[in-house]
């Protein structure tokens, strides 16, 4: 296993159009998290799924973004309608249990 | 509302110095976890504490959790070039979700 792999690592886009990333975790991990994370800042918790089933939406995430997790395995995350404000590192983590994520190298989205 | 207090902010020492970063909270975790973080990278988990008091050591990187579970800290002996990163404290509370702190960003000069 390579780890959690995330694509694209890097994306810039015009603002108003809508953004598409994925996020393929490690294979036995249940737990999909998303974060975003912008300069001098931690990572900031998005959502987060349990298999399938999306548990937990942070208020950070408004109705231009959409998280799914299909078939348990493999995660998207769209922004619909990009924003300046939207720039910022993405990053995709998964999980056995709760304590030790492993994380990916995130998708770095530019809006201009 | 930040919960996690990291300092400081940024640290710049000498090679072959000691230092301390600190992650405080007025909040008790049931778990704390501390990353390190490259430019362009997502965070790399370094140790996971959960017992109050506890004490992990990693090479030169000793970890410590409060009493109370309520703060952190990370001490490392002996510092190199390759120290150099985003130190990351994050906690969790129960539910499945971990909290960051903004970081302490160390440069250790050779």
């Known amino acids: 296993d390579t780890g959690v792999s995330q694509n694209p690592r890097h994306k810039i886009t015009k603002r108003g159009q809508n953004v598409t990333f994925r996020c393929d975790p490690i294979s036995e991990h249940n737990r999909l998290y998303w974060y975003r994370q912008t300069l001098g800042q931690g990572p900031e918790f998005l959502t987060y799924f349990q298999n399938e089933a999306q548990l937990e939406k942070s208020r950070l995430l408004s109705d231009r973004f959409s998280a799914e997790r299909p078939k348990g395995s493999f995660s998207t995350l769209e922004i619909q309608r990009t924003e300046q404000g939207d720039s910022a590192m993405y990053l995709c983590a998964s999980s056995i249990h709760r304590d030790g994520y492993t994380f990916g190298s995130g998708t770095r989205l530019t809006v201009v | 509302t930040q919960l996690l207090e990291q300092s400081p902010q940024f640290l710049s020492i000498q090679e072959g110095e000691n230092l301390t970063v600190y992650c405080n909270s007025s909040?008790?975790?049931?778990?704390l976890q501390w990353y390190r973080q490259e430019p362009g990278e997502g965070p790399v988990l370094l140790v996971t504490v959960v017992t109050g008091g506890e004490v992990k050591k990693l090479k030169r990187l000793t970890f410590q959790f409060g009493d109370a579970r309520k703060d952190s800290s990370l001490h490392i002996t002996a510092a190199q070039p390759g120290d150099t990163g985003l130190y990351l404290c994050a906690g969790g509370r129960g539910d499945d979700k971990i909290i960051f702190g903004k970081g302490t960003r160390l440069h250790i000069l050779p």
């Open positions: 909040s008790v975790f049931s778990s």
